[in-house]
Each structure stands twice: as structure tokens, then as C-alpha cells.
Nanobody, 120 residues
Framework: QVQLVESGGGLVQAGGSLRLSCTASRRTFRSYAMGWFRQAPGKEREFVAAISWSGGSTYYSDSVKGRFTISRDNLQMNSLKPEDTAVYYC???????????????????WGQGTQVTVSS
């Protein structure tokens, strides 16, 4: 069974940066798309960014476009805002394909999450 572990969360001031990492327990995640989602207190979990298995395709939510950069193992977050405060989760897609997925139902393995808090 694949296990995903996020790291790199923490407390940062508005305008600052953080880099989240997602480590998989097995090499097989290399053939799958990866995604990042987040859940703020009292809100539903939402899509943040996704990347194809090759790294050649990426997709971002409008709220983070231009500030966040996804790679196969990391999520670089710049120009952070208080509204970015949430628990961030990485996930592996169900299918080993070239697609990029933005919906949670397309992912089957999830990490435990890492807290990101942005102070104003």
C-alpha cells in the first residue's frame, strides 16, 4: 500500500513563502498524477494544484495561480496570504495516465496533511 507523507508546513507571515514536500513510501507513485488540496477550518477540502506523471502538465486553482508552483515532489508557495491558511494534503491519482486531475474523486491515496498558517 502506498503511503504519502507531507512535510514543510508551519507558521509564516503574509507575503512569505513555504515549500511543502510530499514523500511516497513506494516508487510506483512516479507513474501517477499528483495533486495538492487544502481544507480551511469550517470549509470543504478544495483543489489547489495538480501535475501529470511526467511533470509536463500542471494545473492550478485561480486562487493560487501565479503564486504557487507544483513539482512532482513539492509545492512551492510564495506571496502567501492569510486566506491560504489550511491543512494541505497531497494525493496520488487512481489512474496511471497522462491526465491532470482536479477533482478529489480521481485520487485514491492521501497523506495525513500538514498545517499551513499565514498570519496577517
Amino acid at each position: 500500500q502506498v503511503q504519502l507523507v507531507e512535510s514543510g508546513g508551519g507558521l509564516v507571515q503574509a507575503g512569505g513563502s513555504l515549500r511543502l514536500s510530499c514523500t511516497a513510501s513506494r516508487r510506483t507513485f512516479r507513474s501517477y498524477a499528483m495533486g495538492w488540496f487544502r481544507q480551511a477550518p469550517g470549509k470543504e477540502r478544495e483543489f489547489v494544484a495538480a501535475i501529470s506523471w511526467s511533470g509536463g502538465s500542471t494545473y492550478y486553482s485561480d486562487s493560487v495561480k501565479g503564486r504557487f508552483t507544483i513539482s512532482r515532489d513539492n509545492l512551492q508557495m510564495n506571496s502567501l496570504k492569510p486566506e491560504d491558511t489550511a491543512v494541505y494534503y497531497c494525493a496520488r491519482s487512481k489512474a496511471a495516465s497522462t491526465a491532470v486531475y482536479t477533482t478529489q474523486t480521481n485520487y485514491d491515496y492521501w497523506g495525513q496533511g500538514t498545517q499551513v498558517t499565514v498570519s496577517s
